[in-house]
């Protein structure tokens, strides 16, 4: 069992940056791919960053790429998205994965954490 719980949500500018972090506890972290997905209500959820066990590989969505940056500190059982140059469409819930591969959601999930970006 792994227990995910994200933090750094907020409301910012478009042009504006935030960046998220999802703490793991429970079974071994390091050997996890761990991502980041997110929702909008109404909307199925979507693929946003992962990163592979050791650091690689690292995945994007085509909507975020040159933007969102994922990274993880295995000392720390922590994995972070750094997001730049928001914009309203980057508004939506995001949630912590582990154990998916690549594109794929394992199948524990953080409680999600709200990033509001106003025009």
């Known amino acids: 069992q792994v227990q995910l719980v994200e933090s750094g949500g907020g409301l910012t500018n478009a042009g504006g940056s935030l960046r998220l972090s999802c703490a793991a506890s429970?079974?071994?972290?390091?050997?996890?791919?761990m991502g980041w997905f997110r929702q909008v209500v109404g909307r199925e959820r979507e693929f946003v960053a992962s990163?592979?066990?050791?650091?690689?590989?690292?995945r994007y969505a085509d909507s975020v790429k040159g933007r969102f940056t994922i990274s993880r500190d295995d000392d720390r059982d922590t994995i972070y998205l750094q997001m730049t140059d928001l914009s309203p469409e980057d508004t939506a819930v995001y949630y912590c994965?582990?154990?998916?591969?690549?594109?794929?959601?394992?199948?524990?999930w953080g409680q999600g954490t709200q990033v509001t970006v106003s025009s």
């Open positions: 994965n582990a154990a998916g591969y690549e594109y794929t959601p394992g199948i524990y």
């Open positions: 990163i592979g066990w050791n650091g690689g590989p690292i």
């Open positions: 429970g079974r071994t972290f390091t050997s996890y791919t």
